[in-house]
């Protein structure tokens, strides 16, 4: 499960215009009112929020923030699954499924078209019912991944080319946690999505 921290970097993330106010930053991620004032100081020492009013919070270290999260992500234990199914019935089958969201490297392909791949990678809300649906669990890798999806993943998601992809920036998030060739991808989002901004 994601830290408080994690999931209060996503909502100023995703929101990143949006002026928040504390009490509302701490209902959403489920913190304590002290443990969120204690990080927005933080963060306001560190230039990554400004305060234009008491208890209102403005995000204005937008890359700054984003390459912190990368930096403190762990991608989760992996799931394989062994699956017989081709590529276009996965994809297929995927536009039908309902809890889940693509990341990785399948994620930004589908954003940028850039270093082709076979792999799927995926944040399941139920994991255990997603399984059932495409394969078996098996110990050694495989090209198909699952991940446990917190709650906070879904209300981010977007759909491109009918598929359902975590927020552009928890997709650069976890590129950069996976570390080798993600590090390329993840820069190839940030270009396109002017993520270094």
Not at 69 to 75: L, T
Not at 86 to 114: G, M, N, P, Q, V
Not at 132 to 150: A, L, Q, R, S
């Amino acid at each position: 499960m994601e830290s408080s921290t994690e999931k209060i970097i996503r909502m100023l993330l995703t929101h990143p215009k949006q002026k928040w106010m504390q009490k509302d930053l701490a209902e959403k991620s489920n913190c304590s009112k002290a443990y969120l004032s204690k990080l927005m100081k933080k963060f306001r020492e560190e230039n990554i929020i400004a305060r234009p009013y008491k208890n209102q919070v403005v995000l204005i270290g937008f890359s700054k923030l984003l390459n912190k999260w990368a930096n403190m992500r762990k991608v989760q234990e992996p799931i394989y699954l062994n699956i017989s199914l081709s590529e276009k019935e996965i994809e297929d089958s995927l536009k039908e499924e309902k809890d889940y969201a693509l990341t990785l490297f399948r994620a930004a392909w589908y954003r940028t078209k850039f270093m082709r791949t076979d792999s799927f990678e995926i944040y399941a809300g139920e994991p255990e019912k997603f399984i059932k649906n495409f394969g078996e669990k098996v110990n050694e890798p495989t090209n198909f991944i699952v991940y446990m999806g917190d709650k906070q993943i879904f209300e981010f998601i977007e759909i491109v080319e009918g598929f359902k992809l975590v927020s552009v920036v928890q997709n650069y998030a976890d590129l950069m946690s996976a570390g080798g060739s993600g590090v390329r991808v993840a820069y190839e989002l940030a270009e396109k999505y002017d993520l270094m901004r």
